[in-house]
């Protein structure tokens, strides 16, 4: 069965610490991964999507990166705003079925402290 | 372009009773995906619908139940509400089925009594 796991479960930084959150898959033939970053009783932000291994995009202070069974949300510099929890997800050649087209992990929630 | 909308944002309800959810789709997107968030389960898939099809559906009660209008735009009902079905309800849009990249709407916060 398709599988997403995140870690940590919280993370916390002060302004301006650098940090990595990872997420760890399972999934019968990766289509695509997903990062999506989520405020408190809001609907998740998508932010990035990632195709295949190696691939790398960024997004002001976030960057995203992919292997064959992980992928990094690197946070430079944080700032208080970028407080939330951030949500992995992927689709793969088995979408569909009681699981939906999605798998998503069960998030990080990051604390950026001034 | 306007986004995902989601109606209403808010709602408590008692146990027994039953509720409708609507969700309208960004302009062009024809498949729409229903999720139910709790702190405990994180986001668990309830049903996708496509040309007013339900194409998949997650591991629900039967009471979880959903349909699509020919203008995309989904509801989703509850029937005979129990406590554990408070959640944050989210529904996202999709150009079509399979289709990467997901759009979320708000949610409609259902608090259940």
């Known amino acids: 069965e398709d599988q997403v796991t995140q870690s940590p479960e919280a993370l916390r930084l002060q302004e301006g610490e650098s940090s990595s959150l990872n997420c760890s898959y399972t999934v019968s033939g990766l289509r695509g991964l997903f990062w999506y970053r989520q405020d408190p009783g809001k609907g998740p932000e998508f932010l990035f999507t990632l195709y295949s291994a190696g691939e790398e995009k960024e997004k002001e202070r976030l960057k995203a990166t992919l292997t064959k069974k992980e992928s990094f949300l690197h946070i430079t510099a944080p700032k208080p705003e970028d407080s939330a929890t951030y949500l992995c997800?992927?689709?793969?050649?088995?979408?569909?079925?009681?699981?939906?087209?999605?798998?998503f992990g069960k998030g990080t929630k990051l604390s950026v402290k001034p | 372009k306007a986004g995902v909308t989601q109606t209403p944002r808010y709602l408590i309800k008692t146990r027994g009773q039953q509720v409708t959810l609507s969700c309208s789709p960004i302009?062009?997107?024809?498949?729409v995906s229903w999720y139910q968030q709790t702190p405990g389960q994180g986001l668990q898939f309830l049903f996708e619908y496509f040309s007013e099809t339900q194409r998949n559906k997650g591991n629900f009660p039967g009471r979880f139940s959903g349909r699509q209008f020919s203008n995309s735009r989904s509801e989703m009902n509850v029937s005979t509400l129990e406590l554990g079905d408070s959640a944050l309800y989210l529904c996202?849009?999709?150009?079509?089925?399979?289709?990467?990249?997901?759009?979320f709407g708000p949610g409609t916060r259902l608090l259940v009594l």
């Open positions: 996202a849009s999709s150009l079509v089925p399979r289709q990467e990249t997901q759009y």
């Open positions: 997800a992927v689709l793969g050649a088995n979408y569909g079925g009681s699981q939906g087209n999605l798998i």
């Open positions: 302009s062009g997107h024809r498949s």
